[in-house]
């Protein structure tokens, strides 16, 4: 059974989304590939999966958290489970490429396939997505737009609040 609540972060409300005691959606306002709000269950803001993540969230916020410790359930296919399970491997204020994280898989040809898996992550910010950049160097793509992206990887490399 699915349940929900939404809490206040400095990106605005995040709709935090559960499957029974392990958190399986953390979801933005208008963000990319966001699921329709009838999937997202009753609300239950007092559930303890949610007060914990609301918890390490503003703990990572504030700068006091580089690593979460919640349970975590994906819904998703083998490979973009596989995808998501590896983006939390990615340190706090570091960066890999798509293909550098397609090679870690073990798919050295699967850089577009892992793009793709890497954005529709429904679990944002605890499973880090916004570490993976392009070959380049370039910042590309993001569920919650790219200057959240930049935010982000800036507050983790010391260079930015974000309050």
């Known amino acids: 059974m699915r349940t929900h609540t939404v809490i206040?972060?400095?990106?605005?409300?995040?709709t935090l989304v559960a499957e029974g005691e392990s958190l399986c959606g953390l979801y933005m306002v208008g963000q990319r590939h966001r699921p329709a709000e009838e999937t997202f269950g009753e609300p239950d803001p007092g559930a303890p999966i949610f007060v914990e993540t609301e918890k390490q969230l503003k703990e990572y916020f504030a700068g006091q958290?580089?690593?979460?410790?919640l349970p975590l359930s994906f819904a998703g296919t083998p490979f973009q489970r596989m995808v998501w399970e590896s983006l939390c491997e990615i340190p706090y204020g570091e960066t890999v490429s798509y293909g550098a994280l397609a090679n870690r898989l073990g798919r050295p040809t699967a850089a577009r396939a892992v793009g793709l898996a890497n954005g529709k992550n429904p679990i944002g910010i605890i499973v880090p997505c916004h570490r993976v950049i392009?070959?380049?160097?370039?910042l590309t793509g993001y569920g919650g737009g790219i200057d959240l992206k930049r935010q982000l990887l800036d507050f983790e490399r010391g260079g930015a609040t974000l309050f």
């Not at 958290?65 to 410790?69: A, L, T």
């Not at 392009?134 to 370039?138: L, Y």
Request: hydrophobic share 10%; no cysteine; glycine share 18%.
């Open 8 to 14: 206040a972060t400095p990106y605005g409300p995040e």
């Open 134 to 138: 392009g070959s380049n160097g370039d």
């Open 65 to 69: 958290r580089r690593d979460f410790d």
